[in-house]
T-cell receptor, first 113, second 114 residues
Framework: ELKVEQNPLFLSMQEGKNYTIYCNYS?????LYWYRQDPGKSLESLFV?????AVKQEGRLMASLDTKARLSTLHITAAVHDLSATYFC?????????????FGKGTKLTVNP | DGGITQSPKYLFRKEGQNVTLSCEQN?????MYWYRQDPGQGLRLIYY???????QKGDIAEGYSVSREKKESFPLTVTSAQKNPTAFYLC?????????????FGPGTRLTVL
């Protein structure tokens, strides 16, 4: 059974600082997705990582995937208040045809002035 | 505009009552999904459907039922058998392939038991 673990679950950081969120998963997969959720809102797709070594960047966020280590990272550079949200990683848990995603519990990020 | 709509936004249920949550998409996606989110938790899969007239149970299907009579629609019924239904319900859709299954989410329905 595929398990997905994110850490930390809570992250409070100052504006301008850098930090990394980690997403570990338990079985082989080379398809991983990052989502953002604002309080009371739905999930918004951030990054799609589909191969070992994949790296995607958007503004102050950069995501990478290491399928051999079963690890994805979401790096935050020079954080700003607008990045405050909960970030989820999700791993494709199917063999062959894609069906189900298994989500981590999320990392609640608070960026303080 | 293409997208996923869910209604209602807020729903209140009395004990012993069945309620139905609506999910509609005009993205021409084949697959649709229902997730439940509890406070401070990740998403848990309730049901999913890859084609019309077919659906599979997810990890927490007990107390829920679905139908998929049209490609665009995937309603979820929360039955009285679901003892703790208060949660945020999210519908998603995708066009899965062997190598790709990015899911897109609707705005959600917040269900509260009175």
């Amino acid at each position: 059974e595929l398990k997905v673990e994110q850490n930390p679950l809570f992250l409070s950081m100052q504006e301008g600082k850098n930090y990394t969120i980690y997403c570990n998963y338990s079985t082989t997969s080379d398809r991983l997705y990052w989502y953002r959720q604002d309080p009371g809102k739905s999930l918004e797709s951030l990054f799609v990582l589909l191969s070992n070594g994949a790296v995607k960047q958007e503004g102050r966020l950069m995501a990478s995937l290491d399928t051999k280590a079963r690890l994805s990272t979401l790096h935050i550079t020079a954080a700003v208040h607008d990045l405050s949200a909960t970030y989820f990683c999700a791993v494709d848990g199917s063999q062959g045809g894609s069906e189900k995603l298994v989500f981590g519990k999320g990392t609640k990020l608070t960026v303080n002035p | 505009d293409g997208g996923i709509t869910q209604s209602p936004k807020y729903l209140f249920r009395k004990e012993g009552q069945n309620v139905t949550l609506s999910c509609e998409q005009n993205l021409n996606h084949d697959a649709m999904y229902w997730y439940r989110q509890d406070p401070g938790q990740g998403l848990r899969l309730i049901y999913y459907s890859q084609i019309v007239n077919d659906f599979q149970k997810g990890d927490i299907a007990e107390g829920y039922s679905v139908s998929r009579e049209k490609k665009e629609s995937f309603p979820l019924t929360v039955t009285s058998a679901q003892k703790n239904p208060t949660a945020f319900y999210l519908c998603a859709s995708s066009t899965p392939s062997v190598s790709y299954n990015e899911q897109f989410f609707g705005p959600g329905t917040r269900l509260t038991v009175l």
